[in-house]
């Protein structure tokens, strides 16, 4: 059995260039106990594989040079050396960016059954919806009638994280690009606000229209212009929890923080960071919430998907451009 997967062949400084990506096949040795085969049908891309092409250590494993690339992945059991695990059954699992992954059992998960659409599990489901959950409910606790701002709104993050508020029965605005963009959230029941062509104290100014209540709840995406925007119209007691920062991913060089810092001690406000492994054990609680309103239309979610293992790096990219509405997803 062979296998085509990405490798990376140098670490980019900036956006990564298309080149850098190459498709590789190798012959797959026999199966060793406790190991399966994995014909993939979904994989997943996702702005924090970035910070893997850094060749440095952050939360996670940089990628090796030169070695299969990572990911999230679906895929359906063709082969199976392990007693717990059979043949068809559809899994998730780590092993993206190729076609067919040959990997230890214990890292497979079996897909539950909630009724939904199997690419779901990467996507509202899966690591962008649990995100969206733990950032709004236990890193920023938010709670009913609170003012809510989420960066990035339309992304597989953000768009979860703007239903869960609105469920809440929260005043939410939520920051995007594109006018299809927030024609969309505007169809959520939230305030769209462009931050297109516009400087922090523009984007501020276009804030606070959106919500003369102040913000009581940051969900922060982006960083930039973004975060100093959101900074000058928290609310006392206000809470900020950072997700990412997508815009300085990229970057050739330190980026400034924002000037206005200072409001976090003038509004006695709370801005934490985290990761959402660090909170997987939460995962069964987001699933029991989340699946049965995704199964009955009650939260709505969007796909971009391309299509073919070739499409990778490009699907990747383009996320830094605004490519995608909702989860970036390619079908195999």
């Known amino acids: 059995m062979q296998s085509q997967f990405y490798t990376l062949t140098d670490y980019p400084n900036g956006l990564p260039d298309r080149a850098l990506f190459k498709l590789e096949t190798q012959t797959l040795p026999d199966l060793a106990e406790g190991e399966v085969l994995i014909r993939n049908r979904w994989l997943s891309v996702d702005p924090y594989m970035r910070g893997r092409m850094s060749g440095i250590r952050t939360y996670v494993e940089p990628f090796e040079l030169g070695k299969p690339m990572e990911g999230g992945a679906i895929g359906e059991i ?149 975060l100093e925007a959101a900074l000058s119209q928290l609310n006392e007691g206000a809470r900020i929890a950072v997700c990412g920062m997508i815009e300085s991913y990229n970057a050739q060089a330190p980026t400034p923080g924002p000037s206005n810092l200072s409001q976090l001690v003038v509004r006695k406000a709370k801005m934490q960071g985290f990761i959402v492994t660090d909170h997987w054990a939460s995962y069964p609680y987001f699933l029991n919430e989340v699946a049965p309103q995704v199964a009955q239309g009650k939260l709505t979610y969007k796909e971009t998907v391309k299509e073919g293992l070739e499409s990778t790096p490009d699907a990747f990219l383009a996320l830094f451009e605004g490519g995608n509405t909702g989860k970036m997803l390619i079908k195999l």
């Open 78 to 226: 063709i082969a199976s050396n392990d007693s717990r695990l059979k043949v068809g059954d559809i899994v998730t699992h780590m092993g993206g960016w190729r076609d067919i992954a040959q990997l230890p059992a214990e890292g497979l998960t079996p897909l539950p059954d909630h009724g939904v659409p199997e690419q779901a599990y990467l996507g509202v489901l899966g690591m962008p919806g649990m995100t969206a959950w733990t950032g709004l409910n236990l890193i920023a606790e938010c709670k009913p009638g609170d003012n809510v701002l989420v960066s990035a709104a339309s992304g597989a993050v953000g768009s979860l994280a703007v239903q869960l508020a609105k469920a809440k029965g929260c005043h939410v605005v939520g920051i995007a690009g594109p006018a299809h963009k927030l024609a969309w959230l505007e169809s959520l029941g939230v305030e769209p606000v462009s931050y297109r062509d516009r400087t922090a104290l523009e984007l501020s100014d276009a804030i606070k229209l959106a919500s003369p209540n102040g913000i009581d709840v940051y969900f922060e995406n982006v960083g930039g212009v973004c």
